[in-house]
Nanobody
Framework: QVQLVESGGGVVQPGGSLRLSCAASGRRLSFGAMGWFRQAPGKEREFVAAIRWSDGGTVYTDSVKGRFTISRDNAQNTQFLQMNSLQPEDTAVYYC????????????????????WGQGTQVTVSS
């Protein structure tokens, strides 16, 4: 069994920053990649960013490029999402996810490509 636990969400004013963390635990700690998705009220879950565990390669959705940075700590089996210049449209529940595959070449962007999911952490951007 695999557990992914997110932390770091909260309420922030527009222009502010938050750092999300996602720690993996359980029978499996090594993944080919990890990613972040988000889901706003009344909207579908959307891809935010992903990172390849082997070489740190990353991919972002266009709306967060230049503002969000995904990183990982292999030794701690943890990934992070540094979110800067937050805007109200970034308000959502943010989910950590990992694919089943241990080796990833092309970073996955679709939710169906991810096997394991965290419970989510709320991020609210409001003045």
């Amino acid at each position: 069994q695999v557990q992914l636990v997110e932390s770091g969400g909260g309420v922030v004013q527009p222009g502010g920053s938050l750092r999300l963390s996602c720690a993996a635990s359980g029978r499996r700690l090594s993944f080919g990649a990890m990613g972040w998705f988000r889901q706003a009220p009344g909207k579908e879950r959307e891809f935010v960013a992903a990172i390849r565990w082997s070489d740190g390669g990353t991919v972002y959705t266009d709306s967060v490029k230049g503002r969000f940075t995904i990183s990982r700590d292999n030794a701690q089996n943890t990934q992070f999402l540094q979110m800067n210049s937050l805007q109200p449209e970034d308000t959502a529940v943010y989910y950590c996810a990992a694919p089943w595959a241990s080796v990833i070449t092309t970073l996955p962007r679709d939710a169906y490509e991810y096997e394991y999911w965290g419970q989510g952490t709320q991020v609210t951007v409001s003045s």
